[in-house]
């Protein structure tokens, strides 16, 4: 299968930059699956997994929000932060998720609802992408 580069950038670092046959991400209007010479566009990234296709084998990591900007010279993903499933911190992540469920449930005065949905959205795709390397045993190509 043809192919193109990625690269995936974040505050903190370069996270993933190479050929990929195919990436598939969750954009505002749903999912958006790249491929080469696909049409060049740019759109907001929701909280999802990015799906990698490399030498006929997925890789997964966490994304937490961005935009993809794709053209003829490659598709670049800028994130807010991206996590392959073994350097997901679970504890961290189950803690997170417990702290946004006990906001939106008791819904204290003064709590910011949307502040509150998005961190458990982070913390169930983060926990969500650290099962899946139980699944597979994805490792970091790029280390």
């Known amino acids: 299968m043809a192919t193109f580069p990625l690269e995936i950038v974040t505050p903190d670092r370069k996270f993933f930059s190479g050929e990929v046959e195919s990436v598939i991400v969750r954009g505002i209007d749903g999912d958006l699956a790249v491929l080469k010479d696909r049409a060049p566009l740019v759109t907001p990234l929701k909280i999802c997994k990015v799906r990698i296709m490399i030498d006929g084998k997925e890789r997964v990591a966490a994304l937490c929000n961005g935009y993809?900007?794709?053209?003829?010279?490659?598709?670049?993903?800028?994130?807010?932060a991206a996590e392959w499933?073994?350097?997901?911190?679970?504890?961290?992540?189950?803690?997170?998720?417990e702290r946004a469920e006990?906001?939106?449930?008791?819904?204290?005065?003064?709590?910011?609802?949307?502040?509150?949905?998005?961190?458990?959205?982070?913390?169930?795709?983060?926990l969500d992408v650290a099962e899946m390397k139980n699944i597979n045993g994805t490792k970091n190509i790029n280390q």
């Open 85 to 97: 499933p073994d350097e997901i911190d679970v504890k961290r992540a189950k803690e997170a998720k």
């Open 102 to 126: 006990k906001r939106l449930n008791e819904r204290p005065s003064g709590i910011d609802t949307k502040r509150a949905e998005l961190a458990l959205r982070r913390a169930l795709n983060r």
């Open 68 to 80: 993809i900007k794709v053209s003829k010279e490659g598709t670049t993903i800028i994130s807010d």
